[in-house]
């Protein structure tokens, strides 16, 4: 049928666009961002240091006068007090790449672990709420590769 | 992001008001709504898959947020929107916009340690907007108040339907 044939076509060019904003996205994304990454700060730390850098790190240890968090391979000393952080907890850090492994903060935003944790059941309640309130009024018809109306299948 | 919780109770907010103000609109849209608030947490499948491994696999780079910008969630809701019977696209890709939309306009308020949000709006612009700095995703209070409002909501749609 012609219809079919359209919707095929449209599933095609949109699923292709998809892979290909997520292959671009990917090759720009790096390049775009003022900050550098992981990887590269990891590969010459030296090379990196005096630029402002953004992190999303796990914190490690905490002592009175700073704390040491890591992401992926890349352990820093954010040499300041944090009041209420512990380890386990998320930080946001915005601030100055220092030798030593060592980042200057602008700014750091503590995520608490346990609020993660609790964020990550909430969200699941969450997608089932959407699945559970969606498959109440539509159900799957098989022939027609389609979601119809609950009780017109 | 907010919680999916926040978002799937903004979309019923904002699907149930449509529905309501829209008699062209049944109500079984509202729900498509709360999947549409969803969709651009589709890129969390990074958590299981991550973007790295698919790069590495098949030798190009790869992200998984481009489904968390406008262009893939869009595009996502444009597929979404083909699942539905040919007279009810037009109807399902609205509302799955419209919970796309509230994704974002939730998304942008999140505290941000330099200030600034993800380029939202890719592939039309790469400009990161300023981040609102109200709340952070894992912050128990805005899905209260998404929890409210839907609630509000609801008693709302149920005095409308038995008037």
Avoid: C, N
Wanted: cysteine-free; charged content about 15%; hydrophobic content about 50%.
């Amino acid at each position: 049928m012609v219809g079919d044939r359209r919707r095929l076509l449209l599933l095609v060019v949109l699923v292709g666009g998809l892979a290909a904003m997520s292959v671009h996205y990917g090759t720009v994304v790096d390049d775009q961002r003022p900050y550098p990454t992981q990887s590269e700060v990891l590969a010459d730390y030296e090379g990196h240091v005096g630029e402002e850098v953004y992190f999303w790190m796990t914190v490690e240890s905490v002592r009175p006068d700073a704390v040491v968090a890591r992401s992926a391979g890349l352990r820093l000393t954010i040499p300041r007090p944090v009041p209420g952080v512990v380890p386990g907890d998320v930080v946001q850090v915005h601030g100055t790449l220092r030798p030593g492994r060592v980042v200057d903060p602008e700014r750091v935003i503590v995520s608490p672990r346990s609020d993660l944790l609790a964020m990550y059941v909430i969200s699941v309640l969450g997608a089932a709420l959407a699945a559970g309130a969606f498959l109440r009024h539509w159900s799957v018809d098989p022939g027609a590769w389609a979601f119809v109306p609950r009780g017109e299948e | 992001m907010a919680d999916l919780l926040a978002h799937v109770l903004a979309g019923y907010v904002l699907g149930t008001l449509l529905v309501g103000a829209r008699e062209s609109i049944p109500s079984r849209f509202v729900p498509v709504a709360m999947v549409g608030a969803a969709l651009p947490d589709l890129a969390k499948v990074r958590l299981l898959v991550p973007s790295e491994l698919i790069s590495s696999t098949l030798g190009v780079p790869f992200s998984w947020l481009a489904l968390h910008r406008l262009g893939g969630a869009v595009a996502v809701a444009g597929v979404g929107a083909l699942l539905f019977r040919r007279g009810e696209r037009p109807r399902a890709f609205g509302l799955l916009a419209l919970g796309v939309a509230s994704h974002f306009l939730l998304d942008l308020p999140v505290k941000r340690a330099d200030g600034f949000a993800p380029p939202y709006l890719y592939p039309l612009s790469m400009a990161r907007p300023p981040a609102g700095g109200l709340y952070l995703s894992s912050d128990l209070w805005p899905t209260l108040v998404a929890a409210v409002a839907a609630g509000a909501v609801w008693v709302g749609a149920r005095r409308r339907g038995r008037s």
